[in-house]
Nanobody, 114 residues
Framework: QVQLVESGGGLVQAGGSLRLSCAASGIIFRVNVMGWYRQAPGKQRELVATMASSESTNYAESVKGRFTISRDNAKSTVYLQMDSLKPEDTAVYYC????????WGKGTLVTISS
């Protein structure tokens, strides 16, 4: 069965950096478009970054120039490097396919203090 396990979240000050990881299993990772999503308190889940099997990427305007998505197909892992973090980046971050599966992992909490 599908498993998505996110890690790497934490509490950092504004301007800091974090690197998130997501290990996937139960899917043919290398052929899928992978994405990072986030859900802030009281808000809907949003897609912030995607990476296709061709390694082409797309970013939400709110994170463009600050976040970088990458993938390691040999490890079935997708990463999100987050720099110049802002308090509004505070959210639970999830990885999933694009479009997403009904299954979601537990996510990893990112908290940015001002």
């Amino acid at each position: 069965q599908v498993q998505l396990v996110e890690s790497g979240g934490g509490l950092v000050q504004a301007g800091g950096s974090l690197r998130l990881s997501c290990a996937a299993s139960g899917i043919i990772f290398r052929v899928n478009v992978m994405g990072w999503y986030r859900q802030a308190p009281g808000k809907q889940r949003e897609l912030v970054a995607t990476m296709a099997s061709s390694e082409s990427t797309n970013y939400a305007e709110s994170v463009k120039g600050r976040f970088t998505i990458s993938r390691d197909n040999a490890k079935s892992t997708v990463y999100l490097q987050m720099d110049s973090l802002k308090p509004e980046d505070t959210a639970v971050y999830y990885c999933n396919l694009v479009p997403y599966l009904d299954y979601w992992g537990k996510g990893t909490l990112v908290t940015i203090s001002s």
